[in-house]
C-alpha cells in the first residue's frame, strides 16, 4: 500500500514563506496525477494545485496563484509546495494525495492515496 507522508508545515507570521514536502513510500506507478488540498476548520476541503508526473503540467487555484508553486522531484519520489507571501487565510491542514489525471489535466485529478496531512497556521 503507498503511503503519503507531508512535512514541512509550522507556524509563520503574515507575509513568510514555508515549503511542503510530500513523500511517497514507494514509485507510484499506478498513478500520474498528484496534488495538495487544504482544509481549514468549518470550510470544505479545497484543491489548491497539481501536476501531471509525466510531462510537468500544473494547475493552481486562483487564491494561491502567483503566490504557491506545485513541483516535483521524481527521484526522490516526493512533491512540492513552495508559499510564499502568506496569509492568515492560508491556515488549514495540507494535504497531498496522489491519483490519475483523465485527459491530461491537472486538475481534479481521481485521487487513490492520501496524506494524513500537516497543519499549516499563518498569524497576522
Known amino acids: 500500500q503507498v503511503q503519503l507522508e507531508e512535512s514541512g508545515g509550522g507556524s509563520v507570521r503574515a507575509g513568510g514563506s514555508l515549503r511542503l514536502s510530500c513523500v511517497a513510500s514507494e514509485y507510484l506507478y499506478s498513478s500520474n496525477c498528484m496534488a495538495w488540498f487544504r482544509q481549514a476548520p468549518g470550510k470544505e476541503r479545497e484543491e489548491v494545485a497539481g501536476i501531471v508526473t509525466a510531462g510537468g503540467r500544473t494547475y493552481h487555484a486562483d487564491s494561491v496563484k502567483g503566490r504557491f508553486t506545485i513541483s516535483q522531484d521524481k527521484i526522490k519520489r516526493t512533491l512540492y509546495l513552495q508559499m510564499n507571501r502568506l496569509t492568515p487565510e492560508d491556515t488549514a491542514t495540507y494535504y497531498c494525495?496522489?491519483?490519475?489525471?483523465?485527459?491530461?489535466?491537472?486538475?481534479?485529478?481521481?485521487?487513490?492515496?492520501w496524506g494524513k496531512g500537516t497543519l499549516v497556521t499563518i498569524s497576522s
Open positions: 494525495a496522489a491519483g490519475i489525471s483523465y485527459g491530461g489535466s491537472p486538475r481534479n485529478c481521481g485521487m487513490d492515496y
